[in-house]
Nanobody, 125 residues
Framework: QVQLVESGGGLVETGDSLRLSCAASGRTFSSRVMAWFRQAPGKEREFVAAISWTDGRTYYTDSVKGRFTISRDSPKNTVYLQMNTLKPEDTAVYYC??????????????????WGQGTQVTVSS
């Protein structure tokens, strides 16, 4: 019904920047929340940032506040994650997720209905 495809990951050095993209296709709706999660090897999946599609409200986990920015391009059904001042601890597979039928900027992965395949971000020290 809805497909999410992430792109933009890569290998960078500490302090560099990357912009991740997540393109949604299929039967998409404007009333939704989209978010970014990440998971490092051997660690639990963690919430990074979320955005409301209707009003643009955003929410970030403390570890990325001031460094990462989530944004949306509604006509293109695309959400972005601008990552600045990257650190080795940001190394992870980054996943795009979408939540339909609710407007809360949830940090819980199980509350999201659709997921992309992930894109690898590696930050060298």
């Amino acid at each position: 019904q809805v497909q999410l495809v992430e792109s933009g990951g890569g290998l960078v050095e500490t302090g560099d920047s990357l912009r991740l993209s997540c393109a949604a296709s299929g039967r998409t709706f404007s009333s939704r929340v989209m978010a970014w999660f990440r998971q490092a090897p051997g660690k639990e999946r963690e919430f990074v940032a979320a955005i409301s599609w209707t009003d643009g409200r955003t929410y970030y986990t403390d570890s990325v506040k001031g460094r990462f920015t989530i944004s949306r391009d509604s006509p293109k059904n695309t959400v972005y994650l601008q990552m600045n001042t990257l650190k080795p601890e940001d190394t992870a597979v980054y996943y795009c997720a979408a939540r339909y039928g609710a407007g809360r900027l949830s940090t819980a992965g199980y509350e999201y209905n659709y997921w992309g395949q992930g894109t690898q971000v590696t930050v060298s020290s």
